[in-house]
């Protein structure tokens, strides 16, 4: 595609239930990152996926949390039990060999 | 923190004024990028200035950096109602996990028209 994508835009889930989050990045990026950013805060990383290399998965902020890519091209971002303080806009970029990145719209998770 | 600081943290100007923000940082890096974020969603990649690099021009745009002082600028000339946005320093650290941009937590830009 023309630029990353991502799905849903907006999701709204309980306390306790797991989400799904996705990443189309742009076709023949190598490189994926997912990032969140919690309200007024600039961008935390979570994790990143070079090739067939095994990812980064440094900045997840717990075991509930994993990421997977598929064939070296969608990803998804999975939050097990989410809580409240998981509330954030989860965004994902792709790039061709670690340079410029180019970020998706976003996924506005809120849990209640 | 290895993280960029970005100044000031809001920045209220009138349509036609120029606006400059600023970001200070403490360790090496590679590169510095700075991004647009309109309605804290996605963000937009204005200029990246690498560390041998002292000034770059985009269009209304101008980033400098000063790799003694750590420290970099970006000034949006002729500013335009669109213009208003939060933006973002963006650091490549040197070393592991160089792959990774480290992000301010951004200056929140509004242009009055």
């Known amino acids: 595609g023309a630029g990353v994508s991502q799905s849903p835009s907006n999701k709204v889930t309980e306390k306790g239930k797991d989400v799904e989050l996705r990443c189309d990045p742009i076709s023949g990026h190598t490189a994926l990152y997912w990032y969140r950013q919690s309200l007024g805060q600039g961008l935390e990383f979570l994790i990143y996926f070079q090739g067939n290399s095994a990812p980064d998965k440094s900045g997840l902020p717990s075991d509930r949390f994993s990421a997977e890519r598929t064939g070296g091209s969608v990803s998804t971002l999975t939050i097990q039990r989410t809580q409240q303080e998981d509330s954030a806009v989860y965004l994902c970029?792709?790039?061709?060999?670690?340079?410029?990145?180019?970020f998706g719209p976003g996924t506005r998770l809120t849990v209640l | 923190s290895q993280q960029g600081e970005e100044d000031p943290q809001a920045l209220s100007i009138q349509e036609g004024e120029n606006a400059t923000m600023n970001c200070s940082y403490k360790?090496?890096?590679?590169?510095l990028q700075w991004y647009r974020q309109n309605s804290g969603r996605g963000l937009v990649h204005l200029i990246l200035i690498r560390s041998n690099e002292r000034e770059k021009h985009s269009g209304r745009l101008r980033v400098t950096l000063d790799t003694s002082k750590k420290s970099s600028s970006l000034l949006i000339t002729a500013s335009r109602a669109a213009d208003t946005a939060s933006y973002f320093c963006a650091l490549r650290i040197v070393g592991a996990g160089s792959y990774q941009l480290t992000f301010g937590k951004g200056t929140k830009l509004s242009v009055i028209p």
């Open positions: 970029a792709s790039s061709l060999l670690s340079d410029l990145e180019v």
């Open positions: 360790t090496s890096i590679n590169n």
